[in-house]
């Protein structure tokens, strides 16, 4: 319930109604991301890299991780990964929005490949 209060006051802050209700704690976080500098960086500096929802925003993501992992993110940065565009008249790699969640030194988030 608390999620959702936080949604609908900056839905009405914002005047969209649209997000509060399209977006759940659950559906913020859309899939972790496994490359090699995800696994380097999982291990050494404690950060996990997710896809995450188009409009989601920092505050979205950190409630989310609160909600379904139960742990308090110290730092959530965003970014806006362009497309590559065409190659063969197949989209190479489609935009997408990724969040680095860094957690403190003891915390782990268990996540199945």
């Avoid at 936080?6 to 209700?21: D, G, M, N, Q």
């Avoid at 925003?57 to 139960?70: G, P, Q, R, S, W």
């Amino acid at each position: 319930m608390v999620y959702k209060d936080v949604l609908r006051k900056r839905a009405i802050k914002t005047k969209s109604l649209k997000v509060a209700e399209k977006i759940s704690p659950f559906k913020v976080l859309v899939k972790p991301i496994f490359t090699e500098k995800a696994y380097k960086q999982s291990s050494d500096a404690n950060k996990y890299f997710f896809k995450i929802h188009q409009d989601a925003n920092k505050n979205d993501v950190k409630l989310a991780v609160e909600t379904v992992y139960n742990l308090i993110p110290e730092d959530v940065n965003i970014v806006s990964v362009k497309s590559k565009g065409r190659a063969n008249k197949k989209v190479v790699r489609k935009a997408y929005k990724k969040a680095v969640i860094t957690l403190k030194k003891w915390d782990k988030i268990e996540v199945i490949q």
